[in-house]
Structures are given as C-alpha cells and as structure tokens.
C-alpha cells in the first residue's frame, strides 16, 4: 500500500479495535489521514528524546492529532501518568480531542458538577465530602426535600448508583472509595422514567435520543431504551454550554428535565459510546467526529505554516 507521505498522522488511543474504534479509523482515512490505534499503556516519556514522549510507531516524531476513544484502566499511579501522555502531546502542540483537561473534569464528576453550575447551566444540587458522617448528616439535612442518587466518583453507564432516602441507605466508606458524591433526585414517574443524550460535535449538538426505563436509572446498558428524539432547540444549545464548560471537543451530555420542565445537565461524557445512540439517528456519528477533527487539524497545520 502506497503511503501519502502529506497524509496528517493521527493517533487513536483506544484499548481494542471495537466498533467505534473501527468507525473512527474509517472515516478518518477516507478523510485522508493516515491512522494508528495505540493504547495509551504503550506510550511513555523519555527525557532524553528531544521530544520527551515514545508512541509506538512513531520513532522520534509525534503524530498531528490523536483522539481518544478509551483510556486503559489501572492504578491511580499508571492513570495518572496515561493523562499525562496527553497533556504531553498537547504540550507539544499535537491536537487531542479530547484532552486531558477535558477527560479529568469529565471522568471526576463532582468537577464536572462544579463547572456546570459555575458556568451558570441548570445541573441537580450537588455535594461531595469524603466522610460518612459528614455524608449523613447532610442527607438528614436534605431528605425532607427528597431523595439523593449516589453515584460513584469515577463510575459510568449507570453502574453503582443508588437511591439515598436516609442516612441509613449510604454505603460504608470502602464501597465507595472513600468519596461521597450525592445529587438531588429529580427523577419524575411517567409512564416510566426518561431522560436525554445529546452528542455534541465542535459545538454543535449532531445527534440527539431520549432514553426510557420503567427504572429510574435510564442507561442504554442499564437496560435504557433509546428513542427517536424530535429536534429541541432547548436541549442542544444546553449540552453545547455544557461541552464549553467542561472544554470537551466532543461529547455526550446527559440532560433530564424537572418537575418544572426545565432542563438540568447530569453529567458529561467525554469518551462517549454511540452504539445505541446511533440505532435512532440519521446522523454519521464517527463521521461527524472525524470530519470535524480533520477541520480542526487542517486550521492548526495552516497557522503552523503561516507561523
């Protein structure tokens, strides 16, 4: 196979060569790139390189851009330095989408809860302290307003949440890493339970879908069913506030609306899944992604010219 030798070089960290990895790939090489799927496990730093990092295939040069599908689970100490390659190759002026900033607000959701809010976006009364007395007395404080969710800090597609309605319902300290993160409920019981996933793009809500339970927790992979959702103009310029708040290139906001209707932003994720998402929309979604890195990477090689 003839290689371009002008091709843009982009990295994609994921862990396997699933669907959303092999979609990505695709798309991004009949954009014209040439595309390497690395896991960030491989990547390390070498201080006496003139560019200090080492990605497999790359020899002594960094690629243009990477984007990230999936970070490899581990230690504190070996995720700890996985984002680090990240903030490295940014460092050095590689595009990443998303970036380390981006993943840590994201991936640690009482950040992404103190964004929100800071940024003035509708988001679930949140608290967060790492004691279990403290935890109590604040759900004594706060159940005659209703009842709690506890979500694991670093937890994703609705694993480990639990309804707090005492303080007798919290968890021992060791089952939840020692960190207390508790949201108002704001649930409401219509013939089940929905909410909405928005995928946000560069700033534009792509695709959108409700997700519907008989269960208060609405994750595709919680048993959530994914719907057609008819365009809101509400919902997307929210979930494009929260992708700003939260700095994330791409995304999927999690958007539910109260007693009120009013819409508030449950969390943000910035290594989102489409699989299900995908099955109810029209939109290209890995196309959308890769069309707009592209973009962003065409705007960055021309100012390097230019510089």
């Known amino acids: 196979m003839t290689v371009n030798p002008f091709a843009p070089r982009i990295a ?13 790939s695709r798309r991004l090489e009949a954009g014209g790139a040439e595309v390497r799927r690395i896991s960030l496990a491989q990547c390390s730093f070498d201080t006496t390189r003139r560019i200090g990092i080492v990605l497999p295939g790359y020899g002594r040069a960094l690629p243009d851009a990477a984007i990230v599908r999936s970070i490899p689970s581990g230690s504190f100490e070996a995720v700890t330095r996985r984002l680090g390659i990240l903030h490295g190759l940014r460092e050095q002026g590689v595009l990443v989408w998303n970036d380390a900033r981006a993943i840590e607000r994201c991936v640690d959701k009482s950040t992404t ?19 279990k007395a403290e935890a109590e007395r604040l759900v004594r404080r ?3 307003s209703g009842p709690l969710v506890l979500k694991p800090l670093f937890g994703a597609q609705g694993r480990g949440i639990r309804l707090i309605q005492s303080p007798a319902d919290l968890p021992e300290a060791g089952d939840v890493a020692g960190v207390y993160y508790l949201q108002r409920f704001i649930g409401l019981e219509q013939q089940g339970f929905r909410d909405y996933r928005v995928f946000v793009v560069a700033g534009r809500a792509i695709a959108a879908m409700v997700r519907h339970s008989t269960h208060w927790v609405t994750n595709v992979k ?4 994914p719907l057609p959702l008819d365009p809101d103009p509400e919902l997307d310029s929210v979930a494009v506030r ?9 995304c999927g906001v ?17 290594m989102p899944a489409w699989s299900g998402l995908q099955k109810v929309t029209e939109a290209d979604i890995p196309g959308e992604i890769a069309a707009a890195l592209l973009l962003a990477l065409d705007s960055v090689l021309m100012r390097r010219d230019v510089g």
């Open 12 to 24: 994609l960290f994921a862990e396997t060569r699933d669907s959303h990895a092999r979609a990505l």
């Open 113 to 131: 809860s103190f964004l929100l809010a800071r940024a003035g976006i509708g988001t679930p009364a949140t608290w967060t302290v790492e004691s």
């Open 142 to 144: 706060e159940m005659m």
């Open 222 to 225: 919680q048993g959530g069913q």
């Open 242 to 250: 929260a992708a700003a708040a939260v700095g994330a290139d791409f």
């Open 254 to 270: 999690d958007i539910i609306r109260n007693r009120a209707g009013e819409a508030a932003v449950l969390e943000v994720n910035s």
